[in-house]
């Protein structure tokens, strides 16, 4: 490679130009990038409204940040990439690593591709502070628990965060780009403001005001205690080094928490880097002896807990949330999972492709290994035994009810803590779908029976 060719710079899960590990390195090539992005129809068509709108303002912001310099094409990353680094003269083509199953076949692909046109292929950094598959045992074999993982995690330690910045090269005009689509219909639901500079301020902001009491405060629904972070963690707008950069040395409790929240992310995005089909299958495959509901009355179940219409007022305002804002408290997430798999014996898988569906911050690893940990055939060594009571849930974690007044309108009659042990049902608001102490009983019998215990 010469300083003279230019490279691409193709951005997936990275829509960022500061802390950028690909960036920095490809300056080191050249002083000449392209920027691109493929539209791929292979993860457009699975995903939902609010994070096709979010990424598609993600992309815009970027673009902007470029000088209106990013390429964005439709079509089949394969024949897209090769074809952008080739029209150029590339002599190499530049990534973040994608971790997840499709993204790894996809760029195997794309790398033999390439190599087949005698252009280079370099991967350098991952959405991730630790790439996955970097922190394993002494013996080499991968962490299946959480606190040793958090532990070996943190002595794996990672860099600083690279000093990049849209000056760093001079950006190639693209020969070609098609106009971002037209984002899908949201209604009156309102996302996150898009983009880096959104990411930066909402972190600054949290910093500055949220971090004394991210510790009590982020189980707390009815409280702004969480980061808001997720959505732009997901694609990228920023990285979890630049958080844990700024986090380092500090040892209050909320910075601790939030360290282990972001190592929670990192966890799961290994366990599916190792075991690429527990995005669908159950890692602990005794599961798939385990009784469920499938029939008719199961999807009339289903659609009642989608739409917020349970008779139980914690998971109606959770599942409402989701449908009203395209994201949900990750406490009330635990919840509306428990009571879909441990309540109403409902595949869990069910309920992860309807997060998916409706989440701006959908992501898969941590989307999917959430929902099994929940229902019990993930990583956890004992969680079946964990059954969520919703109306204890609502009450230490909305001792006032006004998260559930919020999103359920119905009960917005219904002053403080009654709101979650209603004796009467006001007109509208449905009766409890099932009795929990007989499902509780019910889901600890099924799971006996294929554990032994």
Known sequence: MTMEAPVVLWFRRDLRLGDHAALHEAAKHSKHVLALYVLDEALIKPSGAPRMAFLLGCLSELDNALGGRLMIVTGDPVREVVQAARDIGASAVHVSSDTGPYGRRRDAEVAKALADNNIGWVETGSPYAVTPGRVTKPDGDPYRVFT??????????????????????????????????????LGEMRLPAPGEEAALDAWHTFLGSGIETYDTDRDRPDREGTTRLSPYLRW?????????????????????????????????????????????ENYDRRFDRLVCETGAAARQAFDQWCEGRTGYPVVDAGMRQLLAEGWMHNRIRMVVASFLVKDLHLPWQWGARHFMRHL???????????????????????????????????EKFDPVGDYVRKYVPELRGVEGKAVHQLKQRPAGYPEPMVEHAHERQVALARYGAITGS
């Open 360 to 394: 701006v911050d959908g992501d898969l690893a941590s989307n999917q290994l959430n929902w099994q940990w929940v229902a019990g055939s993930g990583t956890d060594a004992a969680p079946y035994f964990r059954v969520f009571n919703p109306l204890t849930q609502g």
């Open 236 to 280: 990228g707008a920023i990285h979890p080094r630049t958080m844990l950069a700024d986090l380092a040395g500090d040892e209050r409790a909320g910075a601790k928490s939030l360290r282990a929240e972001l190592c929670w992310r990192e966890f799961h995005a290994d366990v599916l880097w190792h075991r690429p089909k527990t995005a669908r």
């Open 148 to 185: 040793p993982f958090h532990r070996a995690w943190t002595r794996h330690g990672w860099p600083r965060p690279a000093e990049t910045g849209p000056s760093l090269v001079d950006w190639l005009k693209p020969g070609k780009s098609a106009k971002l689509p037209k984002p899908p219909s």
